[in-house]
């Protein structure tokens, strides 16, 4: 079974950066295809960012592109997210998320999910 654990997370204003990292156990991380979505208050979750088995390709939300990077690391079992110039309207518990195979933007396609992290971004 595979488990994920995300970390990373915090207040900050805007215009700052964080980056969050995600963690996989259980084995066959080189198989997986990985994803990042937020949940804000009140609102569906959305995808954010997805990352191929080998990390070769990204595809990220519009409302993130030229500001978010993924990334992983295959030797450590971590799944980057670097967010730069972030917005209030980042603010968000940030989940990530793998499938075996084949990534995807949907995440109903995702088993495995981690606990959540939450990004806080003050005007």
């Known amino acids: 079974q595979v488990q994920l654990v995300e970390s990373g997370g915090g207040l900050v204003q805007a215009g700052e950066s964080l980056r969050l990292s995600c963690t996989a156990s259980?084995?066959?991380?080189?198989?997986?295809?990985m994803g990042w979505f937020r949940q804000a208050p009140g609102k569906e979750r959305e995808f954010v960012a997805s990352?191929?088995?080998?990390?070769?390709?990204?595809v990220y939300a519009d409302s993130v592109k030229g500001r978010f990077t993924g990334s992983r690391d295959n030797s450590l079992n971590t799944m980057y997210l670097q967010m730069n110039s972030l917005k209030p309207e980042d603010t968000a518990v940030y989940y990530c998320?793998?499938?075996?195979?084949?990534?995807?933007?949907?995440?109903?396609?995702?088993?495995?999910w981690g606990q959540g992290t939450q990004v806080t971004v003050s005007s």
């Open positions: 998320a793998a499938k075996w195979f084949a990534v995807g933007t949907d995440p109903n396609t995702y088993p495995f």
């Open positions: 259980g084995g066959g991380f080189n198989n997986l295809a």
């Open positions: 990352i191929t088995r080998s990390g070769s390709s990204t």
